[in-house]
């Protein structure tokens, strides 16, 4: 069994429209720490809503995933902490990431849609 590891490594920056990308570097950045930034700011920029969608994935998995395993008896703390670690470093890596003009999943989780950066903002309205 093999693993293809350029799902994970896939930059979608390169489907997004360049122009755009640049003008929302720093919002999608903030976007890791206050989600709701980018989609704000920048609405028709497809980069923005990724990094939207990329940030409050990641505050879904800080908040629930960190309480929902401080519940296991014993081990709880410990495995809480490795969580809050790893959450910590995708938040670190997503903001350089978006400074950079990039655009990589979270790992494991990063195939989540809730905001869909495709379809949610049309010119035509």
Same mark, same amino acid.
């Given at each position: 069994? /093999? ?5 994970? /490594?896939?930059?979608? %920056? ?5 122009? /755009?990308?640049?003008? %929302?570097?720093?919002?999608?950045? #903030? +976007? ?6 980018? #989609? ?7 980069? @923005? ?6 940030? *409050? #994935? *990641?505050?879904? $998995? =800080?908040? *629930? +995933?960190t309480?929902?395993?401080?519940? #296991?008896? &014993?081990?709880g703390?410990? =495995?809480?902490? !490795?969580? =809050? ?5 995708c $938040?670190?890596?997503?903001?350089? !990431? @978006? !400074? &950079?003009?990039? %655009?990589?999943?979270i790992?494991?989780?990063?195939? *989540? ?9 049309? $010119?035509?309205?």
């Open positions: 069994m /093999t693993i293809d590891h350029t799902k994970i /490594t896939e930059d979608w %920056a390169l489907k997004f429209d360049k122009e /755009t990308n640049d003008h %929302a570097r720093v919002s999608s950045a #903030i +976007g890791y720490l206050f989600f709701f930034v980018p #989609i704000v700011m920048h609405p028709e920029s497809k980069f @923005a809503r990724y990094h939207c969608n990329q940030g *409050l #994935i *990641l505050a879904i $998995m =800080l908040y *629930l +995933g309480f929902m395993i401080a519940e #296991i008896p &014993k081990a703390a410990f =495995l809480s902490m !490795l969580w =809050l670690l790893f959450c910590f470093v $938040m670190i890596r997503g903001i350089i !990431l @978006a !400074l &950079k003009g990039k %655009a990589k999943r790992p494991f989780f990063g195939k *989540l849609v809730i905001v869909d950066f495709d379809n949610l903002y049309s $010119m035509d309205m």
